[in-house]
């Protein structure tokens, strides 16, 4: 690899030069590095992970079911058709369809590797709802962490990315930084895909106190590679559609494991199925009603399984071990079955995601992004809902694929420029540096108590309005400069915990940039504007996209329009 290393006082700097650089080792980054090594052998690829490619990402905990594949009398067409009404109408539509395409082949992969899927009685996959089928998946990422071994690609596990090395509008690498010792890396690439999933913990959790890592997303993924390109001057879109989830409360476990696995009614405190008051079926629809029936007084809301029978309720709580064990526990703590009461169930904190919501990159259909040299694929890629765990593979082998056909044209890994190294390492290592100042975790709370009160957290009601939006911004304004100057850190860990910090503040800026912009409602409580209320199809069927001036730190909107698809990006 021509790997070399030398010292800047006492920080060890490693010079990696590779092909192509996987930015996180979840879902979409196992695929993308798999997929370019198995069409090429011959290319050095390296996938950076902030945790270990065993237990981390979206999977770290499993999964009991394949939530994106096409059973018999499904097609890409009804895929598409499906999450367009998921997305109220707008959704790029070139995205979904390519994903669709591929959904059915990244399950096959997945029981290649190894993965266990139940069967029926004539051998099909056993399906649990008309997009989704069931699997034993507690060791999931286990076996894709195994199968990107094979593949030859080389992984530096523990390594948080920090910003892309940038050659005029060319991204030709990353820099990154050990979160166990001090070592800045610096990795030229002739291509780099970013698959660092979405975002938690920009808005107060649900259990703020004593667990406030209890959350339904996973409270690692913090938005690093959406920050990354944000910082780059890359294009992103529809940031505004936050994903609120609806789950069991405290435990925040899915509920889709009972409602689609063993038909669960939802019912409001006066035993109503409450859903037959209300038309919109939408996922963003069934949270609303939630809501809507806690805010007139007849909450809280549940899910009924007095219905189950003694071996329903043990394979419910087999399906719970494969991906969500908190709410197993409750069961057993509580000293009941899971027919014993209802479930009662809320909304959760937003989330910034394009694997559930559609929050991310600008991509085209081959997933370039609008920098030359970076791909995308996963979580981190906007305009596509709905793509799950074969989605996610599906944009990461779509990401390898575009990342080989550019590479041939490009020449070997290019040198880094030293003085960009030495600004990005001073950067990087400047919490260390300071005897006083900011805790991350201090830092981290007061983002949070904007974004939630001025943002459209839980507290606001998830509504979200012109003043309170513009008082976030001049209030994330100043948390930035606070945070810039003046977080600390003792250690390599709690220097990852401070960039988590400055990486969730710059995303939080620009989502607060979308929600100002779009002045319609469109998806319920996921972007609800108090002040315009009613959906706007003749004026807002458009998508919102962004580009930070890094110079004049200002972003630029841009509107989007979705009849003026291509087979490249849309202008």
């Given amino acids: 690899m021509g790997e070399k290393s030398f010292y800047r006082d006492d920080v060890e700097v490693v010079v990696l030069p590779v092909d192509v650089v996987v930015v996180g080792g979840g879902t979409a980054g196992c695929m993308a590095a798999i997929t370019v090594k198995e069409k090429n052998p011959d290319l050095e690829v390296l996938v950076v992970e902030k945790a270990h490619v065993s237990r981390s990402g979206c999977l770290a905990a499993g999964v009991n079911a394949i939530n994106a594949y096409l059973n018999p009398g499904e097609t890409p067409e009804s895929y598409l058709e499906y999450v367009r009404k998921e997305g109220a109408g707008l959704v790029r539509e070139d995205l979904v369809y390519t994903i669709g ?16 899927f139940l069967r029926d009685a004539k051998g ?20 894709m962490a195994r199968a990107l071994a094979r593949s030859g690609a080389r992984v530096l596990n523990r390594v948080a990315a920090s910003a892309f090395i940038l050659q005029g509008e060319k991204v030709a690498g990353i820099y990154a930084f050990s979160v166990r010792e001090k070592k800045f890396y610096v990795i030229p690439a002739r291509a780099v895909i970013c698959a660092t999933g979405g975002a938690a913990g920009l808005y107060r959790p649900n259990n703020p106190v004593g667990a406030p890592h209890k959350m339904w997303y996973c409270p690692f993924n913090v938005g690093t590679g959406l920050a990354m390109g944000i910082r780059a001057g890359a294009e992103m879109t529809t940031l505004e559609m936050r994903f609120v989830a609806l789950r069991v409360k405290d435990v925040i ?9 063993v038909k669960a009614r939802q019912i409001n405190a006066l035993g109503e199925e409450y859903l037959r008051r209300y038309p919109d079926r939408t996922t963003a629809g069934r949270l609303a009603a939630t809501l809507r029936e806690e805010q007139e007084g007849r909450g809280p809301c549940y899910l009924d399984l007095s219905h189950l029978t003694p071996e329903e309720n043990r394979r419910v709580k087999e399906a719970y071990l494969n991906m969500s064990p908190g709410i197993v526990l409750k069961w057993a703590d509580e000293g009941g079955e899971p027919s014993d009461q209802p479930l009662e169930i809320c909304g959760t904190e937003p989330y910034i995601v394009g694997g559930h919501g559609q929050a991310g990159y600008w991509v085209d259909r081959e997933r370039r992004t609008t920098l030359k040299g970076l791909f995308a694929a996963g979580d981190v890629v906007g305009g ?30 290019p040198q880094p420029d030293l003085a960009a190294m030495e600004e990005k390492l001073r950067r990087v290592f400047a919490p260390l540096r ?55 850190a003792t250690d390599p860990h709690e220097l990852m915990l401070a960039h988590e910090v400055l990486d969730r503040i710059i995303l939080g800026r620009a989502v607060v940039e979308h929600l100002l ?21 003749e004026r807002w069927l458009v998508f919102v996209n962004s580009i930070y001036e890094r110079e004049k730190d200002e972003f630029h909107m841009i509107e989007r329009r979705p009849e003026r698809c291509g087979d490249g990006l849309w202008r």
């Fill in 101 to 116: 395409q591929r959904l059915n082949h990244m399950a096959a992969r997945l029981e290649e590797w190894g993965l266990p």
């Fill in 124 to 143: 099909r996959y056993k399906a649990r709802g008309r997009r989704s089928v069931e699997i034993i998946g507690e060791g999931i990422k286990p076996l």
């Fill in 253 to 261: 476990s899915p509920t889709g494991t009972v409602a689609q696995g």
């Fill in 384 to 413: 596509a809902p709905k793509k799950y765990v074969t989605g996610c593979m599906a944009e990461g082998e779509m990401a390898g694929e575009a990342a080989l056909a550019w590479i041939e044209g490009e020449e070997e890994s």
């Fill in 434 to 488: 300071r005897e006083k100042g900011f805790q991350p975790a201090d830092m981290e709370e007061r983002l949070q108590k904007i974004m939630d009160e001025y943002a459209g957290g839980i507290t606001a009601g998830y509504a979200v309005c012109e003043p309170r939006l513009l008082i976030a911004r001049k209030k994330l304004r100043v948390l930035q400069e606070d945070a810039e100057k003046g977080l600390i």
């Fill in 517 to 537: 912009y779009r002045r319609e409602t469109r998806w319920p409580v996921y972007q609800q504007r108090s002040d315009y209320p009613q959906r706007d199809d």
